[in-house]
Structures are given as C-alpha cells and as structure tokens.
C-alpha cells in the first residue's frame, strides 16, 4: 500500500500541467474559463484584513486547480479577470462545498466590497443558491477588475475556480460534477434495497454491515458534493472527516465478516472488532473538534488497510476462493482511495485523476462486492435445495421401509408419525410461517394451472394485489413486532373474506395476493372493497394499549384472453395498477382494463 502510494506521487508529480492564461482572459468565444492562474498567500495568523491583503506581495502562481493541504489558517488568492467579450455578467464558482468560509472581495470607487459565501453562509444570503461557492461578477466590457479571496476550512484547502459566463452558468442542460453524484447515490439506492432484501430473506449480519455501509459511504457523498445541505440539514464543517471515519469503521466490520474471520482467523477477527471501536472513538473525537486527531486516523487507517491486504491475501492461500474476489475490489478500491488521500494533504497535483478517480474506484468495488452478496445468497439457496432433497430422499426411503414392516404395531405408529411430518414439511414448504397463508412459489404453481385453465374454457380469472400503506412507519413508530401483528391481522381478514374458491398468499414483504377464478369483474371489484372497508375499520390493539389502524391499497387486473401469454401478464397489470394507487394517495383501488 505504502509502495503505491509512494509510485503515483512519484508518477503524477512529473506530469506536467496543461498551459495556462496568465491570470484569466475572457475571449469572445469562451463561455468557460477553467485553465488560468492564481497569485497565491498563506495567512497562517487569519488576522489580516482585506487591506493589509491588498497591499502584500503574493509571492506564489498557482493552477486554478489547487491542493495546499490541510492549513489551520487562511489561504488567500488572488485573480485578475481580463473582460475581452460584449458581455458583462460571469460567475466564478468552487468545486467544493466544504469550505467553513470562502469570501469575494474587490474594489469599486475606493470602497472594499465583499461576497460572503463557504458553510457558514446559509444558501438564501448567497449570490445562487448554490452548494458550492459561486460568485456573481460583473466586468464592463474591454476593462479588467482583480478579486481577491479568502478561504479557511478545517478540511484541506483544495478546490479548483471555474469562470463562466452567467448564461452558461445558469443553463438547465449544463452538466455537473453533482449530477454525476447524484446518479452515483441513485445506484448506491439500488443497492441498498437489493442487499435489504437479501438481508430480510437469509438474515446474516453481513449483509446488515455491507448496507451501512453503503449508507454511510451515500452520506459521504452527500457532504463531499454538499447535496445534504438542500435538505435543510445544518452545516457541518466536520461532516467530511466524521463520516469519512464511519465508512472506513463499517467497511472493517463487513470485510471480517465477508472474509470469516471468525471462522478461519478468530484473533484476527479480535483484532478487527477492535479497530472498528477505535475508528468509532475518531468519528467522535473529530467531531469534537480535538487536534490532530485527522492526522492519527489516517496513520491508522493505513495501517489497516495494509493489514487487510494482508490478511485477504492469507485468507485466499488458505483455500477461500471468494477472497480472491475481494482482493480484486480492494487493489481497485485503495489506490484509487489513495489518490484522493494524497491529493487532500497536497502530496500530489489536483488533476482530475487524483480528485476523482474514487468515484470509479469505489464503484467498482461496491459493484464487486454486491455481486459478492448475491452470489453468496445463490450458494445459500442451492444449499437449502441440496438439504431439502437429502430430505426427501430419506423421506423415500422411511415410506419403503414402513412398506415392508407395516403389519408391526410399534412400526405402524412410527409411520404415522413420519406421516404427519411429512404433511407438516410439505405445509411449510408451500405456506408463510408468519401468516400461514401460501407463499409466493407455490401461488406462482395454482396461479399458471388456473390461467391455462381459463383460457382453455374460456373462463374468467382476475388477480387482486394488495399493500399495506406507509408499513415502514408502522415498523418505526411502533416496532417490528408490531409490524408482524399487522401483517398477520390483514392475513386473517383477507381470509375471512376470501371464498373457498380463491387462493390467497402473502407476496412478499407487507404485500398479499388473490387468486379470483369465474368471477367478473365488478364481483372482484365489491370483493376487494370490502377487505378495504374492513380495514379501515378495524385496528391492533398492542400490549402497551396503544391501536394500530392501518389502511390498503388494491390493484385489480382481469384476464385479457387475446393478449395476455401466461398469469404474469395478469400479476404485472395488477402490479402496476397496485402501484397507482400507492401514487395516488394510498388507500384505495385501481383497476387496469
């Protein structure tokens, strides 16, 4: 890890920057300024004033694209801008959000003006409304106008100035760095709810550390693009390094368990819960403002991280060959991580490699690592598969052993038993243990047999989905145990009200199904609004005395003889269905014709 670290700042140290304007010339072709220079001062007793400034001799030129470090005191910049247009409006604006304060300063008729901007600046008092630092400008055409500002943060002083014309600022179609990070938290969104499904059907602890994850690295996003402050959420200077902290705690937790530590290295895994606490205590010390304690995390950080590759590479010799997988995503993930880590401490040039090759690097390994998750979810299946059928083969074997012996009593009582485990197993393998109604797969088996029945007899058939409103809310208000007794009330009402006739199973989650066969479509209508009614009628009563109420929406779809192939084109009508009326306000019933 050291190795590489050292062999890129050796590497992009020697690649030379593309020219540069001297200062920032504005051509009449140019709509975007993003290559000039900056004369550069470092404040480090953050007490001189915007005249003492104007008065020194900036003894740096910068690129406009800078990473000083990280600085305690004030870093000074100061730019020329050369108007050679007919317009006159320009914004300047920073690529980072996480400046505590980034402030404008210029002259006009001898008075010093000023724009202030940074985190300590609500986005209401700013020049745009904009997370990132942006200034409005306005230069006459031929003249020239030098700005100076002023920016301290306790992350590192980096960022790169952009100059636009305010028409290409404001443009809706103009592509940003944010666009690219929110479509990045869209995916990581996928994720999140893939793997919480996995969690919910398999519930192994590492799938509940690889979605916090992944939660924690969406957050990370959110303050590196500063899209949490649109939210409303309150600024935070130490957000970057605080959560920064929480991802890397919860990526030692994830990769212990994806490796088996506990298994295969039982003091290593010791040793990883242990860094995990000490990663937690950073968060908290950072948070708390104590010193030096960024500088210690990322001593320490390293440490693990070479520690991981270690043990990774030790785990692969010891025959787990899904280590192997791991070891890809992390040289992928580290030196991309690296790059940004040199980049912030000033070690290395801010290029558009160091900055952002992250963003690739930990796509791809939280690709990986998903990909990781559901395979380990396919081998878990197979294995259930592969026991059920040991099941079944021994279960084979005690029938044509009761054959042969059944004249004995005391054999005859075994066989009964047997019998009855039998019905037991064969009732659990096609019901919800929850709700005790059929579950999803063995719906799936009476659903297509009465579909091809339909169509042979020309018969009606029409599906019913259902969900449970807002069922999250019930989880978080009142707990899981709560959530369950709702679930399983909504199972006994749809049976109470289904006929002998139907069929009706628990879909997944806090969704049910119904098989209507031979009704028509106004009958499955009335069917379907008296479970809604009967819902909304009644509610749980927990132990504490509180009352759960709770409401339904429906999705109804009828079979379309002349179009539909087989039950999932019903099932999909219904769904979508199911899903307007979740649009539409919740509580009530769709129909697609």
Not at 50 to 59: A, L, T, V
Not at 96 to 104: C, K, R, S
Not at 340 to 352: D, H, P, R, S, W
Not at 481 to 503: P, Y
């Amino acid at each position: 890890m050291h190795f590489f670290i050292i062999f890129v700042f050796l590497l992009l140290n020697y690649t030379p920057w593309n020219n540069a304007y001297a200062d920032a010339e504005i051509q009449p072709d140019n709509t975007t300024i993003d290559s000039f220079t900056l004369n550069y001062l470092y404040d480090e007793t953050r007490q001189y004033t915007i005249n003492e400034i104007s008065q020194k001799n900036f003894p740096l030129q910068i690129n406009n694209r800078f990473a000083q470090g990280y600085l305690e005191g004030n870093s000074w910049f100061k730019l020329t801008v050369h108007n050679n247009t007919q317009n006159q409006h320009f914004v300047l604006y920073l690529s980072e959000p996480f400046w505590d304060q980034f402030d404008l300063y210029y002259k006009k008729e001898q008075l010093w003006l000023s724009h202030k901007n940074g985190l300590s600046i609500p986005l209401n008092q700013r020049d745009y409304n904009d997370t990132h630092p942006a200034f409005k400008l306005t230069i006459a055409p031929g003249d020239s106008q030098t700005y100076y500002l002023m920016g301290s943060s306790v992350s590192a002083h980096i960022g790169k100035l952009l100059l636009y014309t305010e028409k290409e600022y404001l443009r809706p179609t103009r592509i940003t760095l944010n666009d690219l990070y929110l479509f990045y938290q869209g995916i990581l969104l996928i994720i999140i709810i893939l793997n919480s499904f996995l969690f919910i059907a398999v519930r192994e602890r590492i799938y509940a550390w690889y979605i916090a994850y992944i939660l924690a690295f969406s957050a990370f996003i959110s303050v590196l693009s500063g899209s949490y402050l649109i939210l409303g959420v309150p600024p935070w200077s130490d957000a970057l390094h605080t959560v920064g902290t929480i991802v890397v705690m919860f990526m030692v937790l994830f990769s212990g368990a994806f490796l088996e530590l506990r298994e295969r290295l039982p003091k290593m895994q010791r040793l990883f819960n242990t860094f995990a606490l000490i990663f937690a205590l950073f968060a908290v010390l950072i948070a708390l403002k104590v010193p030096y304690t960024s500088l210690v995390f990322n001593i320490v950080s390293s440490i693990f991280f070479t520690l991981l590759l270690f043990v990774s590479i030790k785990v692969w010799l010891q025959g787990y060959l899904k280590a192997q997988y791991y070891l890809i995503a992390l040289i992928i993930y580290m030196p991309s991580m690296a790059l940004m880590t040199l980049t912030f401490n000033g070690l290395i040039e801010n290029t558009e490699l160091s900055r952002y090759s992250f963003i690739a690097g930990s796509f791809i390994e939280i690709i990986f690592f998903s990909l990781l998750l559901v395979n380990r979810f396919y081998d878990l299946q197979q294995e259930k598969i592969k026991i059920q059928a040991q099941l079944i083969e021994e279960q084979e074997i005690q029938k044509r052993s009761r054959e042969l012996i059944k004249s004995n009593q005391r054999l005859s009582i075994q066989t009964r038993e047997l019998e009855k485990a039998k019905k037991e197993l064969t009732l659990q393998a096609i019901t919800d243990p929850l709700t005790e109604l059929y579950n999803r797969r063995y719906f799936a088996d009476i659903a297509s047999k009465a579909f091809f029945n339909a169509m042979r007899y020309k018969q009606a058939l029409a599906i019913i989905m259902l969900d449970i409103d807002e069922f999250k809310k019930i989880n978080d208000m009142y707990g899981h145990q709560a959530g369950d007794q709702v679930i399983t009330h909504c199972a006994q009402l749809l049976t109470e009200f289904s006929r002998k006739s139907d069929t009706v199973a628990r879909y997944g989650g806090e969704e049910f199904i119904i098989l209507v066969p031979q009704t028509s479509l106004s009958e499955v209508q009335s069917l379907a609004q008296r479970i809604k009614q009967e819902v909304n009628n009644t509610g749980i009563v927990l132990k504490n005395g509180s009352v759960v109420t709770f409401s339904i929406s429906i999705g109804i779809a009828q079979i379309k003889k002349t179009q539909d192939h087989n039950i999932q084109d019903i099932i999909q009508r219904a769904d979508q269905a199911l899903y307007t009326a979740k649009q539409q306000g919740r509580n009530q019933i769709i129909t697609n014709v």
